[in-house]
């Protein structure tokens, strides 16, 4: 089988190696240009990887560009794997492979279909999660289900840990669903519109922390936009502090002051009082450490 492969994200390196692995490498590539690597803050360069395996690689930062289509088409691919874009495949390009072209996507459609799914899913105290295979058609993230497997969000779950979780599945996956389709091309369920929710776009400045939460929800957003996302963030005495690890430090009533104010230097960091008068203390961050008492800010 021909495989074509999309993709420009850590999770799509680690499912373009299980397909070697597994003696099904792809014959073609498209990718993201270098230049446009900003676009992912888990962005992985896979034109290095494909040469070496053999595979003809096309760069481009719009995966509907005529040229890209066109590429495609001279191809001649079996099937088109998506792993790892931001963007929208439209008919042109999904009518392009024989045997049509397949989604991933990091949650348990028809739930959580969109953008930003794992930060949203640990900020939603979601408990369980899931990764699918799914056939890609007009509607977002929509297509029939070629493959799911759920698992649960741990209490402390992290972006960076249930990152990993997703690759793991991939890794798994990913050679099935291609054996699969093999077998039998009309493999796939459709979804449940009724359950489906949708997740919006996040970008950088959605990191801002809002102190006039409950502590245990600014923990659980410190976990969720981080590594590899850009991070949380707060601003003091005029700078930005990017809070990359926080835990719970005293029950309401210890200290006394102000929502958003450092109440304590420690051994490892500091202590910021939240909105329900529970304290936090941050023990990795980047940028100063902020004066005691002074006050931290949304951006």
């Known amino acids: 089988m021909r495989i074509a492969f999309v993709g420009a994200v850590e999770g799509s390196r680690v499912a373009f190696d299980a397909l070697v692995e597994a003696g099904m490498t792809p014959s073609l590539l498209v990718t993201l240009a270098a230049d446009a690597s900003t676009r992912h803050s888990d962005f992985v360069d896979l034109s290095g990887p494909a040469h070496a395996a053999g595979v003809s690689v096309h760069l481009t930062k719009n995966i509907n560009a005529p040229d890209t289509v066109a590429w495609l088409e001279q191809g001649r691919p079996d099937l088109t794997l998506v792993i790892g874009w ?12 024989r045997l049509g072209s397949v989604g991933f996507h990091p949650a348990p459609l028809p739930r959580f279909r969109g953008r930003a799914v794992i930060p949203w899913t640990i900020i939603a105290n979601e408990k369980e999660t899931g990764s699918t295979f799914f056939r890609l058609d007009e509607g977002v993230d929509s297509g029939p289900v070629i493959l ?3 698992f649960a969000v741990a209490q402390d779950e992290t972006a960076r840990s249930l990152y990993e979780k997703h690759k793991q599945a991939l890794r798994e996956m990913t050679p099935l669903v291609v054996s699969a389709i093999a077998r039998d091309n009309s493999v796939g369920v459709a979804q449940d519109d009724s359950l489906a929710s949708y997740c919006a776009k996040r970008s950088a400045d959605d990191g801002s922390i809002g102190w006039t939460q409950p502590a245990e929800t600014i923990l659980r957003f410190v976990r969720a936009v981080g590594d590899p996302y850009p991070g949380a963030f707060t601003v003091g005495e005029g700078s930005k502090i990017v809070v990359d690890k926080a835990r719970m430090f005293a029950e309401r009533g210890r200290y006394i002051g102000l929502t958003g104010q450092v109440q304590a230097h420690t051994d490892s960091g500091f202590a910021v009082l939240c909105g329900d008068g529970a304290t936090i203390e941050v023990t990795s961050w980047r940028g100063a450490r902020p004066k005691i008492h002074a006050k931290l800010v949304s951006a």
């Open 86 to 97: 931001s963007q929208i495949c439209r008919t042109e390009f999904r009518s392009v492979a």
């Open 148 to 150: 799911q497997k759920l």
